[in-house]
């Protein structure tokens, strides 16, 4: 009997490329935005909180941030779309205060941080998903 092995297309490595774009796209915030602070004595805890950090930023991404955005449509059409700005600023704030409860050294130090943090992690997000081929990052 054989074991079923992932291939570029499979769920599993689409899986694991957006986990692993979000956690480099974390660092390049991490990196660049005063306020935004990750903790960790060795290279590998830092990396291995990134990932755990890019799990919870998917899970809130894919579950709330639908939800923010039926229950805030008149402020989106109000503004003219410039209200996600607040709702991504708000929502990496909420990353930050989940990662810190659940024990990770991940903090983001007000909403100014989590507003620049955003936009890194967006638009790093963006570049890296022009680089991977379509036929692992099936999105």
């Known amino acids: 009997m054989s074991v079923p092995v ?3 297309g499979h769920p599993v490595v ?3 490329v957006r986990v692993v774009v979000i956690a480099v796209a974390l660092w390049v915030a991490v990196w660049l935005v005063d306020g935004i ?3 960790g004595a060795t290279t590998g805890s830092r990396i291995g909180t990134l990932v755990l950090v890019a799990l919870i ?5 894919a579950i709330l941030k639908p939800i923010v955005k ?3 449509c008149p402020l989106y059409v109000l503004t003219l779309g410039l209200f996600g700005l607040v709702v991504n600023a708000l929502l990496f704030l909420l990353v930050g205060w989940l990662s810190r409860s659940v024990g990770l050294p991940f903090v983001v130090d007000g909403f100014w941080a ?6 890194v992690v967006a638009v790093v997000g963006f570049l890296l998903h022009l680089l991977i081929p379509d036929s692992i990052d099936q999105r």
């Open 114 to 119: 989590g507003f620049w943090g955003a936009i």
């Open 57 to 61: 930023f998917g899970v809130v991404n």
């Open 14 to 16: 689409a899986f694991v």
């Open 37 to 39: 602070e990750l903790g």
């Open 70 to 72: 039926v229950l805030s």
């Open 6 to 8: 992932a291939r570029p």
